[in-house]
């Protein structure tokens, strides 16, 4: 979170001295794209490189002095450093925020979502993936996607889920791994803090990646939206953006059945499945 704030800094400071991505990207020696990863939080800044941008944009000592502080406290490391060299960059970033967020919006098209899902149905899922991988590097993928789901309970991790009627139907693993992933999901849909609806096909046609939007307590932490694709991620965080994808999760929930309802047909797809 301190990376994004800083990130964010750094692009208003940026746009205020009129300048370009590529021409604040000349003065430290870099390239346009590796600056715009700083901005948006995926990359971290060097303080030679800090310093030399804050110069460029001429920003006041104590501003300046504020700006130094918060990215020494964004180099501090997470929890989740330990998993460093099992998960790509892009999403050490998603874990960081996640770890921070007071509340998720999930729509999941394909695939029960990371921090609802079984240890039987992430190995599944890893063990699927092509190329496969090695099944040491599944058990570190599985235990960091244990360790999120800590956030749900420990930490009242309000979550709102929507999950295509596919999702629940989808035997990954086969038969015995989805009904236990089902009872799974009944259960944690009876958390306080959970609301888990499921989407029918009978909504009709939904032509949407799957995608989470990322709540923080701070007011001035705005909403993230986060879209994982098969080449890696995407982050959305200016305002027009966020406020189109919770105009469509309004929609998504205003579709599916209600939570009760929703437990009720999971319920009745594990019945027909014993």
Known sequence: MRRRRLGAELRRLRERAGL???????????????????????LGIKAPDLRALLDLYQVVPEEREKLVALAREARQRGWWHVYRDTVPEWFEVYVGLESEAAGLGIYES?????????????????????????EEEVEKHIRLRMERQALVVEQALRLRVVLDEAVVRRAIGGKKVLIGQLQHLLQVADLPNVSLQVLPF???????????????????????????????????ERPAEVRNCSLIFDSLRAAAWSPAQSAQFIADLVKEMT
Do not use: N
Request: no cysteine; proline share 7%.
């Open 20 to 42: 370009t991505l590529e021409q604040a990207a000349r003065h430290i020696d870099s390239s346009h794209s590796r600056l715009s990863r700083i901005e948006t939080a995926q």
């Open 202 to 236: 009978e909504a009709g046609a939904v032509v949407l990646s799957p995608f989470t939007i990322l709540d923080f307590p701070d007011p001035e932490d705005h909403s993230v939206i986060y879209i994982e694709h098969q080449a890696g991620a995407s982050y959305a």
């Open 110 to 134: 394909q695939f029960v979502h990371g921090l609802l899902q079984t240890e039987e149905y992430a190995r599944a899922m890893y063990r699927a993936g092509v190329p496969p991988l090695p």
